[in-house]
């Protein structure tokens, strides 16, 4: 037995960049196709192939429904100051001054007047990648004070729900909002003003419990989660195996809890011609 022992030094490698800037293409979740982000985009986020409908932040859903995609966005600069100094993780302001910066985003709502194929419109696009799309004080106030707008020129609301439901770091606060857009909604109502519902992937929780559900015409996108608790709750809760497809947007209007369910490349034109047999 040798009395040293020389040390064997691995063969150095070096290191490979990929030419492929990051971000460049997408793989569908739902078929594996390998998606150019830029054909993606042109088509509204749908995957080519399998029809998959990718999730769309506020303003991107803006610009698939305003013509020109030009409009004037409402009550802009409304955020929340942590009214019950909330902390949960971590403190509640933390977590709302992080989600802003990350998102760009005062909130999880915009909402913006303009026009759909020349027709006046409010619109509310909620925005999942802010704490969930979820509902608070501020996403309450500012559809109210969109209803409002759109009471004061007559013209039609659209909400498009995203939204995992309340927002608990808010408490009771947050469920409040749940009476104050229905009532604003009620308003709307009585004005014989139209109320369009959009539900996208997913709408639960105190969302779906209030004013996505009140739409005069309620519409969704293919395979959206909509529903109150999540199926794997009321799994555990009744001990029954859920049917296939349950809480999907195909598996609610079959069984008469929404109007329609319409891809999103056809989402404008089937609102246009829906307001413009309402509004007459």
Known sequence: MAWFKKARKPIATPEKTSRVPEGL??????????????????????????????????????????????????????????????????????????????????????????????????????????????????????????????????????????????????????LMQMAKIAAALARLDRARLPYISILTDPTTGGVTASFAMLGDLNIAEPKALIGFAGPRVIEQTIRQKLPDGFQRSEFLVERGMLDLVVDRREMKATIGRALQFMGK
Not at 53 to 79: G, M, P, Q, S, V
Not at 104 to 130: H, L, Q, T
Request: proline share 3%; net charge neutral.
């Open 25 to 174: 293409w997408v793989k569908c979740p739902e078929c594996d196709t390998i998606i150019y982000t830029k054909d993606l985009v042109k088509n509204l986020h749908v995957c080519g192939k399998c029809a998959h409908h990718f999730r769309l932040n506020a303003t991107d859903r803006l610009k698939t429904l305003f013509d020109d995609e030009h409009w004037e966005e409402i009550a802009a600069n409304l955020a929340s100051n942590d009214p019950l100094t909330f902390t949960d993780t971590k403190p509640y302001k933390s977590r709302l001054l992080a989600t802003q910066k990350s998102t760009g985003k005062k909130d999880a709502v915009v909402v913006a007047v303009g026009r759909i194929n020349g027709v006046e419109s409010v619109v509310a696009a909620m925005e999942y990648s802010f704490i969930g799309g979820s509902m608070g004080v501020v996403v309450g106030e500012k559809i109210v004070r969109g209803i409002e707008l759109a009471l004061e020129r007559q013209a039609p609301v659209l909400i498009v729900s995203c939204s995992g439901g309340a927002r608990m770091m808010e408490g009771a606060l947050s």
